[in-house]
């Protein structure tokens, strides 16, 4: 069979930014809608939610060892991480729909990925009732390592310069929208959604360990103490940025030499691109958006 032909994005014209049901979007993550919308879950799926570079193939790699290490081990050397877990909302020709890749899953549970705010989610995960992990990152972090991320990723509009991002950030004209309102919404659903477990990007970085014990707890695993370490010890940065299987190096609309997609992978590096009057008014921001005193980031550990 002829494999479709996937030439360099460099040559395509980045995406245009619009306004989808209030919602910051690219047509990439729009086109198959009534699909993503119509898409069956089963009850034993679990969906890993975030915002964008919040930690979502940390955690991804995390629950796809836990659950599948002991596998074919051609699986952890052959099958990207991204086709493993695929991305629901992702349309991007030649490659396979998110959902169409979600529907062949040879594995049970299903791990899926989404960005989707809280509202956009697909009914079916809710009525049959599947296992949801949801991570944040506290906003100055997301904000940086989105940036970078837009400059090497040709699948995304143009970020601009510095200063022109985080203004954008701040107001919300991003794709996948406002920050804010994703991690409330979420954080909201949490209150009335039991089967959900909100987890933060500092916590992994300060005890990896730790993180991966709660989530076992939350899902009903209970791995012996060496495959924990094994699961440990392969999810390091050092190791991730390695692994060809999860550094993103098969993508072809990511140039990782203008940043790679495992770029430091800390707890603020934000102090290394915010000025003082960019922080002083973040800072200002922030308070008017962020006013549920229960959810909180840290911004150092
Ligand atoms: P930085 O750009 O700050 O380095 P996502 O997977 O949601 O796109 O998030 C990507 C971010 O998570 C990047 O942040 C990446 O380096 C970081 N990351 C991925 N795996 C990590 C790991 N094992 N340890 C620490 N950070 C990790």
């Known amino acids: ?93 030649p490659m396979p729909t998110g959902t169409d890749l979600a529907d062949k899953l040879p594995t049970t549970p ?36 989105y940036f970078h991320f837009e400059r090497m990723d040709s699948g995304m509009p143009e970020p601009g310069d510095w200063s022109t991002f985080l203004q954008n950030f701040m107001e919300g004209k991003m794709v996948f929208g406002s920050w804010y309102d994703h991690v409330n919404g979420w954080w909201e659903k949490k209150e009335t959604y039991s089967n959900f477990h909100y987890m933060f990007y500092e916590d992994l970085i300060e005890d990896c360990g730790r993180e991966i014990d709660r989530l076992c707890s939350f899902l009903g695993l209970s791995p012996s103490p060496e495959e924990k370490e094994r699961v440990k010890a392969s999810v390091t940065f050092d190791n991730m940025k390695r692994n060809k299987m999860t550094n993103y190096s098969t993508i072809y609309t990511m140039n990782q030499t203008t940043s790679p997609f495992m770029r430091k992978g800390k707890v603020g590096d934000w102090k290394n ?18 006013k549920n005193p229960d959810l909180k980031f840290r911004y150092e550990i």
């Open 1 to 93: 069979m002829n494999k479709p032909k996937i030439t360099s994005m460099e040559a395509r014209p980045r995406p245009e930014l619009f306004d989808f049901h209030g919602v910051g979007m690219i047509k990439e993550f729009t086109e198959n809608w009534d699909n993503i919308q119509n898409f069956k879950a089963r009850p034993d799926d679990i969906l890993i939610a975030t915002y964008p570079k919040a930690g979502t193939t940390w955690v991804s790699y995390i629950l796809d060892l836990l659950y599948f290490a002991h596998m074919s081990p051609d699986r952890q050397t052959s099958i990207p991480l991204h086709d493993r877990v695929p991305f629901l909302e992702l349309c991007e020709p």
């Open 110 to 145: 299903r791990l899926i990925k989404t960005h989707l705010p809280v509202q956009f989610v697909p009914k079916s995960f809710w009525e049959q009732r599947c296992r949801v992990v949801y991570v944040a990152r506290n906003a100055k972090d997301n904000a940086v390592s």
């Open 273 to 290: 691109h915010f000025t003082v009057a960019q922080n002083e008014q973040f800072d200002e921001d922030y308070k008017q958006k962020m």
